[in-house]
């Protein structure tokens, strides 16, 4: 089934510490984007790519960097720069950057 | 599960009965909105769509309506269900930005 992937589900990371979010597709979609949601707050976007080797800051990259080597493939690293990583964090990707997004089911990271 | 929305609107109906539950969103110049269902714990779900060259449209039980002299947004759940129990929350773009997100209402249902 065609879907996108995330993982952990489940990441514990102690401060100062970098970690990594998995975001694979399989949708053949050309864009990809990364959210994070908080309590009470809607989805904001951290960062987003429209094509391979090329991505954008959305409203809140600070503390965070991402890669797009490949078409299927949407890493993002929430680096020791971030002051508040605890959240939840949410892949998605949608055709050609127009219609729907499709999410993935999360990362829950939290900082010990 | 995940704390999500802890903080959200929350919409309580009996089972059977319609939700209808509200979006007001900030962009005039939006012309697509999507209605997405979050469980906890999960990803959000697309439900409906519908461009602002429309007013109101049906799907499988569920109904938006959109009324762009306001910018309001609605989506009717006709029946609800057990399993329509979940945070809703609905998401604007104008065209080719990106889309911007309400915080959600949680919907439950009651037995």
């Known amino acids: 089934d065609g879907g996108i992937t995330q993982s952990p589900k489940y990441l514990f990371r102690k401060e100062g510490q970098n970690v990594t979010l998995s975001c694979e597709q399989n949708?053949?979609?050309?864009?990809m984007y990364w959210y994070r949601q908080d309590p009470g707050q809607g989805l904001r976007l951290i960062y987003y790519?429209?094509?391979?080797?090329?991505?954008q800051k959305g409203d809140i990259a600070e503390g965070y960097s991402v890669s797009r080597e490949k078409k299927e493939s949407f890493p993002l690293t929430v680096t020791s720069a971030q002051k508040n990583p605890t959240a939840f964090y949410l892949c998605?990707?949608?055709?050609?950057?127009?219609?729907?997004?499709?999410f993935g089911e999360g990362s829950r990271l939290t900082v010990l | 599960g995940e704390s999500v929305g802890l903080h959200l609107p929350t919409l309580s109906v009996q089972e059977g009965d319609n939700s209808i539950i509200n979006c007001a969103y900030s962009n005039s110049a939006s012309d697509y909105f999507i209605w997405y269902k979050q469980e906890s714990g999960k990803g959000p779900q697309f439900i409906i769509d519908?461009?602002?060259?429309?007013d109101k449209r049906q799907g499988q039980r569920v109904t938006v309506l959109l009324n762009k002299t306001v910018k309001h947004l609605s989506l009717q759940i006709a029946a609800t269900q057990p399993g329509d129990s979940a945070v809703y929350f609905c998401a604007e773009t104008p065209a080719g930005q990106n889309f911007v997100f309400g915080p959600g209402t949680r919907l439950s249902v009651l037995p």
């Open positions: 790519s429209q094509i391979v080797n090329d991505f």
């Open positions: 519908i461009r602002s060259n429309m």
């Open positions: 998605a990707s949608s055709m050609q950057g127009i219609g729907e997004l499709f």
């Open positions: 949708l053949n979609h050309d864009a």
